[in-house]
C-alpha cells in the first residue's frame, strides 16, 4: 500500500519555525521526487518546494524567498521541509506528493499524495 504520512504541522506564532516531515512506503523512494504543496480552504492548491530523486535538485516557489528548506533522508525514504520566518498568510494544510517531475517550475504529480499537515501561523 502506498503511503505518504506528514507530520509536524501546528501553530506557531509569526516568525517562527516548523519542521514538516513526509515518511513515504509502498512504493520505489529512488524513483520519484518528492514535492511540498500547500492550499487553503477555497483556494487552489499551489506548489510549495520539491526535490529530486535520490535527494536530487531542489526548487522553491518564489513566495517561499529562502525561508523555506527542502531535504531528503533517503536511508528513511523521508523528506522534510523546515519552515521559517512564517508568516499568517502562510497558514494552509501542507501535502506532499509524490512527483514525476521536479525540474525549475515543472512539479508533475503522481496520484501519492500524503493526508496533509496542518500549519497555523498567528499573528
Known amino acids: 500500500e502506498v503511503q505518504l504520512v506528514e507530520s509536524g504541522g501546528g501553530l506557531v506564532q509569526a516568525g517562527g519555525s516548523l519542521r514538516l516531515s513526509c515518511a513515504a512506503s509502498?512504493?520505489?523512494?529512488?524513483?520519484?521526487?518528492i514535492g511540498w504543496f500547500r492550499q487553503a480552504p477555497g483556494k487552489e492548491r499551489e506548489g510549495v518546494s520539491c526535490?529530486?530523486?535520490?535527494?536530487?535538485?531542489?526548487y522553491y516557489a518564489d513566495f517561499v524567498k529562502s525561508r523555506f528548506t527542502i531535504s531528503s533522508d533517503n536511508a528513511k525514504n523521508t523528506v522534510f521541509l523546515q519552515l521559517n520566518s512564517l508568516k499568517p498568510e502562510d497558514s494552509d494544510v501542507y501535502y506532499c506528493?509524490?512527483?514525476?517531475?521536479?525540474?525549475?517550475?515543472?512539479?508533475?504529480?503522481?496520484?501519492?499524495w500524503g493526508q496533509g499537515t496542518q500549519v497555523t501561523v498567528s499573528s
Open positions: 506528493v509524490a512527483l514525476f517531475v521536479c525540474v525549475m517550475t515543472i512539479w508533475r504529480p503522481s496520484d501519492y
Open positions: 509502498g512504493f520505489t523512494f529512488d524513483d520519484y521526487a
Open positions: 526535490i529530486g530523486s535520490s535527494a536530487g535538485s531542489t
